[in-house]
């Protein structure tokens, strides 16, 4: 395996299909004047480096934990496959790359990047200490809808907060279906998340809670963003996609686990662009 593509295990650059088409449901929604290439390239940077930094800063924060987890043990670094060294070069590369993009692309957007990468590389600490945990996480994810929607237009509406709220609670929903694979390991090492604090039962319940308020959320942004009737064909599917994901999880298979997390809400991001994108244009 290259170097290359160990980078690209650590930081689990599949799993970019999940915020990359909500920052371009953001851009999309925000442009007035047409696509421009320059601002879809810029965007599409600054998110994959954004989540490069996240995700790789995430690994090194979490080194001790993943080192003696057994579902973790074998990532990039606990493995020695990549140097503690390389990963923080790589972490301070991304920054880098994420700074110089935002400023290219407006002057608002470079203005709040400093908020955006404060969220992107502190939300691994939460778990140290409270089980919303989950929810730092989907307002961090939430970050890119609103950084597209400002790359696009220069400023923030009322629809694409909405929007927002929705990936804030999607995330967080689906991160404690995902969070119940540690339960055991969390509670024996002192982390903290819903799993631990409420129980698998609890967990559940929470978790099917997020996401209908998470379905609340993309309907009146929807309705807001004015967008025409066809576009609620593609909420419910959606919904449906939210119903099969909490059919499939197992909380004593990992596999089914990991089945909903990554098929499930990848076939919602890329739904929800393709909706966003015919009432945007097509409706």
Partial sequence: MSSFEKFLNMIKFEHTVFALPFAYIGMFMGFERGFSIKVFLLVTVVMASARSAAMALNRIIDLKYDAINERTKNRELPAGKISLKEAYVFTLLSIVIFEVATYFINDFAFELS?????FVLTYSYTKRFTSLCHLYLGFTDAIAPLGGYVAASGNLSLPIWLLAGFVSFWIAGFDIL??????????????????????????LVLAKLFHMIAFLFLIFSMKLFNLPPVVYVGAIVVAILLIIEHKLVDPNDPKK????????????????????LIGKYYG
């Fill in 114 to 118: 400093p908020i955006a990468l404060f």
């Fill in 178 to 203: 995902y969070a119940l694979q540690d339960r055991e390991f969390d509670k024996n090492v002192g982390l903290h998340s819903i799993p631990v604090s409420f129980g698998i039962k609890g967990a």
């Fill in 257 to 276: 686990i990991n089945l909903a997390f990554f098929n499930m809400n990848s076939y919602i991001s890329i739904v929800l662009l393709i909706t966003f």
